[in-house]
């Protein structure tokens, strides 16, 4: 009765203030509400919390403005590689703040969730959830079956990605994570190059990543490492790379890996005379060839030349036993510009 009394009280000498107190705790019910339905909404709500915690010192409504503004950078980040990524693995992130040191990331209701204490730095703080937040969305399988030093590799390189076009977060990263973690993994560099040759020409997460993620998925229930054929294709990709346009497509062994827990092989749409012409009957028999030989096939285009590719590619699935996992759109094309897709089958 008393707190009713004083409630009632301070409302009425403060009607100001209560009046902007329970504007905010409505916008918050509102907007926790919308949250579940609109994907990127924490944007929205850093802007919103954020000038309100400034005025108002309330450590709940800091602690919110922080978390909403990390999952809006995270959430735009992520927007710049999404693209590259097998579709079923994207999913919101979601932050919880704990007191302990320990940081944790799992799957809850459709979200990945990252528990973490909150650092001041807010650099800091982005940096340390975005860098579980990827190993859940691009390695979600395999990374239980990968060394310390690889995974890291792609998470490290994968941060560099999202965080390109911020150079204040992307220096701290630089010199808070990178350097101590070629430091710890010494051939962590060596990795980060390679990486970046391949994500060149457009195959980094399109073909290396769903490769380590297919053969994960077939290893279920089996103890394996992958550690193997990480090198093993981020080598053979390098050299296709190096050797695109070098080479006849008669000489199989450049198209195609073969691995102790999968193969794959490559198929480029690249004739513009045969693109004028619409004859696609040539890639047709050479998917056949090379599906007799691999679990996954690669079929890859310029987005300059994206009709023609989407004719051979809807005659592949016609005509051939193969499913269609995920069509990615890759910033770069094989040819390094800008702009490709790589569409990617399993044999039935």
């Not at 909403?68 to 999913?91: C, H, R």
């Not at 093993?232 to 390098?238: A, E």
């Not at 619409?278 to 047709?284: Q, T, V």
Request: charged letters at 30%.
């Amino acid at each position: 009765m008393l707190e009713n009394d004083l409630i009632e009280k301070i409302a009425n000498s403060h009607p100001k203030l209560w009046f902007c107190l329970l504007i905010i705790f409505i916008l918050y019910l509102i907007l926790d509400k919308l949250s579940n339905v609109i994907f990127n909404l924490s944007k929205l709500k850093a802007k919103i919390y954020l000038p309100l915690a400034q005025n108002f010192k309330f450590i709940q409504l800091q602690r919110a403005a922080i978390k909403y503004d990390i999952q809006g950078k995270v959430n735009e980040g992520i927007s710049s590689i999404s693209n590259e990524l097998l579709s079923n693995n994207i999913k919101p992130l979601e932050i919880n703040w704990i007191k302990t040191q320990t940081t944790e990331n799992f799957i809850e209701e459709g979200k990945i969730l990252i528990r973490i204490r909150p650092l001041k730095n807010q650099d800091d703080n982005i940096i340390n959830v975005i860098r579980p937040y990827l190993e859940s969305v691009i390695i979600p399988k395999s990374k239980i079956y990968l060394q310390d030093s690889q995974k890291n590799a792609i998470i490290d390189f994968s941060t560099k990605e999202v965080l390109s076009k911020n150079e204040k977060i992307l220096d701290r990263f630089h010199c808070t994570f990178y350097l101590p973690n070629c430091k710890k993994y010494k051939r962590l560099e060596d990795y980060f190059k390679k990486m970046e040759t391949v994500n060149k020409r457009g195959l980094f997460y399109s073909v290396f990543i769903t490769s380590l993620e297919f053969s994960a998925e077939k290893s279920r229930f089996i103890k394996t490492s992958l550690s193997e054929d990480y090198l093993k294709i981020l080598d053979h990709l390098i050299k296709f790379s190096q050797g695109i346009g070098n080479f006849e497509e008669k000489d199989s062994s450049k198209w195609r890996y073969g691995g102790s827990t999968l193969s794959y092989n490559m198929l480029l749409v690249a004739a513009p005379s045969k693109a004028n012409l619409g004859d696609y009957r040539p890639y047709l028999r050479r998917a056949e060839e090379k599906l007799k030989s691999s679990d996954l096939l690669f079929v890859a285009f310029s987005n300059d030349e994206k009709k023609f590719g989407n004719l051979v590619a809807r005659n592949i699935e016609k005509n051939l036993e193969v499913k269609l996992i995920d069509e990615l759109i890759t910033k770069y094309d094989y040819r390094k510009n800008f702009g490709g897709i790589v569409r990617v089958y399993v044999k039935k």
